[in-house]
């Protein structure tokens, strides 16, 4: 570890909370250094936003949280109310360049230098100069569409032409835009334009006391609603100092492998589909509604929504419930097994498999690639093995890694991963601690602030917490790790062909309102 | 492929029998004739519209094609554009960002034509409500005939709501 980095901990402090966590104030003179430092060290860009502190002290401020193997460190950068500026790091850390973007839509912060000014979650909903997630700005006000024009990147050639894909997608899928620039049947060029499904989720936070939140946050992103609902609880704990019995912990460990499972299961099963393998679509969709109807039986919800709360969860698991969701997972268990010989032994799906959407190692580190992705692309991070807080301290999780970064790679983590989490599930439900399964959340003042961070199946899910006075939110942002690998996608497709795009996506399955908020 | 088949044959047929209509999920009262509904009860095409959810109703939605509830053996399948579409089925609090998209969708959708709201959100704006950024309810920006209730509604549910719209009421 860095000296400077070092530190800059000595002279932060560490945060209340299940992970570990460092908070420090930095000025905006120093940023660059820290960031520069930081890379240099190899610790990674979690997430970037701004909030409003007009009410609380002079200005605005930028926030940055960045992992370090110590653990989380939140740096805080206050801005001035009159130009309220900053030095870009996206070229630092490339994943920056949308925070920085929707940072400047929501709160007016902007970055220096050669930054790119684009807006990003924008479009034409509210006008340009007015920002949302300041405090004068009062969230019920709409505004009449304003112009929507967007620059994108325009590539010229002989032989080049455009395919617009979206808002409205051919599938089932959530709304987003793609600009193809192809050459021939090949992909020369992908721009992303998201932002669609923003519905003004983290203003809406702020109208919000501590426990009403909880809802809120389970829909963040429905297919991680248990990672989401856990993160807020963990930064809920972490700002009012509540400790969850160990028994709930245990229980939040099952209920996240098992949205893990569900997630996996339903996405092998497409990427059967994808390659004209529609066997493998009704299998797995078949293991998966089992799965969804234990889920129903046993918490009360086929996603297991609302079941994490802060203070604990909702939901015991008695002994019999136990047994019956051991038994379903042995028969998924097995199952999936066999399907898996299926998938390995099809000639034609390998075909399509193999070195399709390849995202090398080296290009996944530079652009902070994140989740079971980034372990097919040889990041081997995983927050459940690198901070082994508990529940997962007791059971060890195996990560999963691969390093082609292709097609085929996110389909063997995402195997690997299934076999894993259907492990840790049963190591989990056979040594429950007893005891309860809530504890009461105290009340809070304003000024704490609290840090949620779970391995969510797709990634990392943060939650980054800031108190109002009686029991009210400050500021809360959730930062989704599609942020960071919506970014990859546009590489992984060049020089793939355009009908492989599909199969290509929905090997990373990002979210779409997970990022636009 | 052995395998392959020997897993086809020992799954066996595991599809359920569908839901009845249910008339209190109607917005309006049905518009269309006994001729009409005839032909859409025999071969419905369905183009789905997410316009601002959190992506919860999606996943039930690709749920009711799983073979458990097998929504195609009913002669109802999902399209790639509105312009092979009967029915719009729109999820998610409409955003304001998504506005354009929904409503420029719903003109391309060829007369006769029906719209369903799924979920808690396409009722009544959900928890995200009205704001800045969400017009809330479908039923703000284009017209809708039937709305599911849930968050999200179970893939029975959303069956039962595709099935009232191409019902006569009783």
Redesign the interface.
């Known amino acids: 570890m860095n000296k400077a980095i070092e530190d800059l901990i000595v002279r932060g402090a560490p945060l209340a909370g299940a992970m570990p966590a460092f908070r420090v104030s930095i000025t905006a003179g120093e940023l660059r250094d820290v960031c520069e430092k930081a890379r240099s060290q190899k610790a990674r860009l979690v997430a970037l936003w701004g909030s409003d502190e007009t009410t609380r002290t002079a200005g605005y401020a930028l926030h940055i949280a960045l992992a370090l193997p110590h653990g989380l460190l939140w740096l805080t950068v206050a801005l001035p109310r009159a130009h309220p500026q900053y030095p870009g790091i996206a070229d630092l850390y490339p994943a920056a360049n949308r925070m920085q973007r929707a940072a400047y839509d929501l709160v007016g912060i902007e970055p220096q230098g050669d930054a790119d000014r684009r807006k990003w979650l924008r479009h034409g909903s509210w006008p340009a100069g007015v920002f949302p997630l300041r405090k004068d700005f009062d969230g019920a006000d709409g505004f009449p569409p304003s112009d929507d024009r967007y620059a994108f990147v325009k590539v010229q050639g002989e032989g080049v032409h455009e395919i617009p894909v979206g808002p409205v997608h051919a599938g089932i899928i959530e709304p987003g835009h793609f600009r193809f620039s192809i050459v021939g049947e090949k992909i020369l060029r992908l721009e992303e334009r998201l932002g669609y499904t923003h519905k003004g989720i983290e203003k809406r936070f702020e109208s919000m006391t501590l426990e009403e939140g909880a809802k809120l946050a389970g829909r963040v992103s429905g297919d991680s609603t248990v990672a989401y609902a856990w993160a807020y609880a963990m930064a809920v704990e972490a700002a009012t100092r509540t400790e969850p019995p160990p028994r709930a912990l245990a229980l939040r460990g099952i209920l996240l492998e098992l949205e893990r499972i569900a997630n996996h299961l339903g996405d092998l099963g497409y990427l059967g589909n994808d390659v004209a393998l529609s066997f493998g679509f009704f299998q797995f969709w078949r293991l998966k509604e089992d799965l969804l109807r234990t889920h129903r039986e046993l918490f009360g919800h086929r996603y297991m929504m609302d079941v994490i709360v802060p203070g604990g969860v909702t939901r015991d698991l008695p002994q019999g419930a136990s047994e019956r969701l051991l038994s379903r997972l042995e028969q998924i268990e097995g199952e999936s097994a066999t399907l898996k010989s299926i998938y390995d032994e099809h000639a034609g799906a390998q075909d399509r498999f193999i070195m399709t959407g390849q995202v090398l190692p080296e290009l996944a580190a530079r652009m902070g690639l994140n989740g079971f992705a980034g372990r097919a692309s040889g990041i081997r991070h995983d927050l459940r093995v690198d901070y082994p807080v508990p529940p997962w301290q007791q059971v060890e999780p195996r990560i999963a890694s691969h390093t082609r970064g292709d097609v085929a790679a996110r389909v063997s983590v995402r195997f690997d991963e299934l076999a894993e989490s259907l492990r840790l599930v049963r190591a989990l439900a056979l040594q429950l601690p007893p005891g309860a399964i809530c504890a009461p959340v105290a009340g809070c003042d304003g000024g704490r602030s609290g840090i949620g961070w779970v391995e969510g199946w797709r990634g990392e899910v943060l939650v980054a917490l800031e108190t109002h006075d009686g029991n009210r939110i400050h500021r809360m942002h959730p930062h989704d790790p599609s942020w960071q690998n919506w970014p990859l996608v546009e590489r992984a497709v060049l020089g793939n062909i355009v009908p492989d795009f599909p199969l290509i996506n929905k090997s990373f399955n990002l979210s779409y309102s997970g990022q636009d908020l | 492929m052995y395998?392959?088949l020997k897993?086809?044959v020992t799954?066996g047929i595991?599809t359920e029998a569908a839901p009845h209509a249910d008339q209190s999920l109607r917005q309006v009262e049905q518009r269309f004739s006994e001729v009409i509904l005839k032909h859409f009860g025999r071969a419905l095409a369905i183009r789905?519209?997410?316009?601002?959810?959190?992506?919860?109703?999606?996943?039930?939605?690709?749920?009711i094609?799983?073979?458990?509830y097998n929504i195609e053996g009913l002669g109802i399948r999902?399209v790639?554009?509105?312009r092979h579409a009967d029915m719009l089925l729109v999820t998610?609090?409409v955003?304001?960002?998504?506005?354009?998209?929904?409503c420029r969708?719903y003109d391309a959708v060829p007369e006769p034509k029906l719209v369903v709201a799924i979920g808690d959100c396409g009722c009544t704006g959900?928890?995200?409500?009205?704001?800045?950024?969400?017009?809330g309810r479908v039923a703000n920006v284009i017209p809708v005939d039937v709305a599911v209730p849930g968050?999200?509604p179970?893939p029975a549910a959303i069956m039962q709501g595709i099935l009232t719209a191409v019902q006569r009421e009783r």
Do not use: K, W
């Open positions: 395998q392959l897993q086809i799954t595991v789905h519209v997410d316009a601002g959810s959190c992506n919860g109703c999606e996943l039930e939605i690709h749920a094609n799983n073979p458990y999902f790639a554009s509105p998610g609090p955003a304001r960002n998504m506005r354009e998209a929904l969708t959900g928890v995200f409500g009205e704001s800045y950024a969400s017009c968050c999200p179970a």
